[in-house]
């Protein structure tokens, strides 16, 4: 009978230890949440902005991610436990990215964590954020579903106003500089002096690396593009097979050649100045191949290449994708020279290099 006892007893601790043991794991693998708002300097929730929240394990490099509401608001759940990197990378001339290292989670919170954005460099001036106005079309646009359209010869028509989606999942890739235009590039930073556009000049060697609204007008021999908050506005692409010309003066935006692999727009830039925005310092011989891709109705996606044995160790490409708007148009834009305010620059002129 004793032993019967000491038998039930010893099967009785049993289950309670696995029990035991069972809920300690279950409450070690316990998730999270992590939740807030978007906050501006005025102390009001950021509305309006459709962007991911994402928090990126310091130890293991996984990734959570949660989506804002339109009246500014994230939710990230079924978080781990740990030390998290908390970016929103979102980029607009009224608001900065945010960037916070740090963030611990513990088992089974719902962590309330408000995210303090700082104005950039409009100063959170109302109608003055081209990515917010971007933002917005999208959102407000039609649905878009189906093929791509062609033209009548077959090729693949791009034609249309586009914006930029914001894709912070698509790596960025920065140029890898040669020991002189590194030295160069810390230089040229340290002089706060870099927003070519605020002195009315092409902020960028090509279109697609801009986050403004623009339009494709695309015919068998030609395209045009054109953009809003951009010095001169336009762009030409020849399509008739010609070659880059025998004589030539570098420019700010080049000489920009098409040609078509399958559905595939390759189009090919040079003839650069060394001045110009938008790629970092580099030489007349840069070189930039964008590859033009419409998997559908209502996305572009462009990659885009860059090479220069003047001032990189290698190639390097970023990846762009851009949404269809409907029911808009592009509007006007003047931009008058010399407009400087020397209260807000260290220098009353912009300049490409230190």
């Known amino acids: 009978m004793t032993m019967i006892i000491k038998t039930i007893k010893q099967q009785l601790f049993s289950i309670f230890l696995i029990c035991s043991l069972s809920l300690l794991s279950s409450l070690s693998l316990a998730q999270s949440t992590v939740s807030g708002s978007l906050i501006d300097p005025n102390g009001a929730n950021i509305t309006g902005l459709s962007q991911s ?92 579903s189906g093929p791509a359209p062609r033209l009548s010869n077959g090729q693949v028509d791009f034609s249309g106003m586009w914006v930029v989606r914001q894709r912070p999942d698509i790596p960025r890739q920065e140029p890898p500089y040669q020991p002189w235009a590194a030295e160069m590039n810390a230089e040229y930073q340290a002089l706060g002096i870099n927003n070519a556009g605020a002195f009315c000049l092409p902020q960028s060697a090509v279109m697609t690396s801009m986050g403004f609204p623009w339009q494709i007008i695309q015919k068998e021999n030609i395209m045009i593009q054109i953009m809003e908050f951009q010095t001169p506005g336009w762009r030409q692409i020849f399509l008739d097979g010609r070659d880059f010309p025998d004589i030539w003066n570098p420019s700010w935006q080049g000489h920009s050649r098409g040609h078509w692999e399958g559905d595939t727009l390759v189009v090919e830039t040079s003839g650069f100045n060394e001045y110009t925005p938008g790629f970092g310092i ?32 290698n190639t390097y490409t970023n990846i762009r994708e851009f949404g269809r708007v409907t029911g808009e148009e592009i509007l006007e834009f003047i ?20």
């Open 53 to 144: 929240v994402r928090l990126i394990n310091e130890e293991t490099g996984e990734e959570y991610v949660g989506e804002t509401t339109i009246e500014g608001n994230y939710v990230v759940s079924g978080v781990p436990a740990g030390t998290y990197n908390l970016r929103f990378d979102f980029r607009t001339a009224m608001y900065r990215p945010y960037s916070q290292e740090g963030v611990l989670v513990r088992d089974g919170q719902n962590l309330d964590y408000d995210l303090q954005i700082e104005w950039s460099i409009n100063l959170g001036t109302i109608g003055d954020d081209p990515g917010v106005l971007a933002n917005d079309m999208l959102r407000d646009s039609e649905e878009a």
């Open 282 to 313: 580099h030489t007349d011989q840069m070189v930039i191949t964008e590859r033009y891709t419409r998997p559908d109705l209502g996305t572009m996606v462009v990659e885009i290449t860059v090479e220069d044995p003047g001032a990189l160790t």
């Open 335 to 354: 931009c008058a020279e010399g407009n400087t305010d020397p209260s807000h620059w260290d220098e009353p002129v912009w300049r490409g290099r230190p």
